[in-house]
């Protein structure tokens, strides 16, 4: 069974020595792979010497190197984690184990409350709630956890994955990915760290928070698109009612259609519902096609069951 460690690193020279030798000590048998999203700093030597293969993905964002690394490694489970140390190394086992023992294709280190409170910004930590909120409303389901960067995953998983994120969407997109083709997941509780000293964190609270919640919606209509275009539609039939009513009611009254622009209005814009609900339907047939696609690629990659 070969396990890939997966570390997405960008300028944490500080950090990433200790990262490497903390998954090797844990999954001695694992090979560890760190991938440098063209640092500044001296990130790609120093993981280098603690002994992991590292490569380079030139095009920033977190995404677009999860993207890289799904489609160059082949292994039979992968684990991903930040290289920043604020993830438990010795949860691995642990986390693969389960994957393992449950033949699931994803499991999240969500994690543990305690800490994260402590730890995690108060604009982050909000933030997350809010976005595990939407994305279950939306979707039916979801994660505790739902930004968690340290997650366990199947080679079905991995090389279904379309990978469209660019930047730290991209947990946002694994999410959806494993609820849209109604995947097994499970989650396990973790330690969360401290960032090493001097290290910081990239994650921006309201510029990635509203990057990250628009993903949902763009999401959301790419999966759902009958119910998000017929939401549109009932919105669009309203406006266009409450505008039109009272011209019908003047009508009705004297025969007369004294505010003609106010009714040209009304037709456009039920017009518009009718063409959004219309849009919905036929989208909606595209879209199922998409995921069946999708799930095929899923089932073209063996189970764990059947790699063991």
């Known amino acids: 069974m070969d396990i890939a460690v997966l570390l997405p690193c960008y300028n944490e020279e500080a950090a990433i020595a200790d990262v490497v030798a903390a998954f090797k000590q844990a999954l001695p048998k694992a090979s560890i792979y760190v991938y440098d999203n063209n640092s500044s700093d001296q990130t790609a030597q120093v993981a280098r010497d603690a002994g992991a293969i590292v490569r380079t993905e030139y095009h920033r964002g977190k995404g677009n190197v999860v993207r890289r690394m799904f489609a160059d490694i ?5 684990l991903m984690a930040d290289g920043d140390g604020t993830y438990d190394a010795q949860a691995a086992p642990e986390l693969v184990q389960k994957l393992m023992d449950e033949n699931a294709d994803m499991v999240v280190g969500a994690r543990a409350k305690d800490q994260g409170e402590k730890l995690y910004r108060p604009g982050h930590r909000f933030g997350n709630r809010m976005l595990n909120g939407v994305v279950r409303t939306l979707f039916g389901e979801g994660v ?12 079905r998983f991995v090389k279904s994955f379309p990978a469209t994120a660019r930047g730290f969407e991209t947990e946002t997109e694994l999410t959806i990915h494993a609820l849209k083709l109604r995947l097994s ?3 396990l509780p973790t330690h969360y760290y ?19 919640l628009s993903f949902i919606v763009f999401f959301f209509k790419e999966i ?9 539609s009932v919105v669009l039939a309203l406006i266009s009612l409450g505008v039109g ?5 003047d009508y009705f009254e004297t025969g007369l259609v004294p505010r003609f622009p106010t009714a040209v209005l009304s037709m456009g814009v039920m017009l518009c519902a009718v063409l959004s609900f219309i849009c919905g339907v036929i989208l909606d047939t595209v879209s199922r096609g998409r995921i069946e696609n999708i799930r095929l690629s899923y089932l073209s990659s063996p189970a764990l069951s059947e790699e063991a």
């Not at 968690?148 to 199947?154: D, W």
């Not at 759902?224 to 549109?232: H, I």
């Open 74 to 78: 082949e292994a039979d489970i992968y």
């Open 144 to 155: 505790t956890d739902m930004l968690s960067g340290y997650r366990a995953f199947s080679r």
């Open 185 to 187: 997941v499970f989650e």
């Open 194 to 212: 401290d960032r090493a000293e001097g290290t910081q964190s990239k994650l921006s609270t309201y510029k990635d928070g509203i990057r990250i």
């Open 224 to 232: 759902k698109p009958f119910l998000f275009f017929g939401l549109v």
């Open 245 to 249: 009513m009272p011209v019908v009611f």
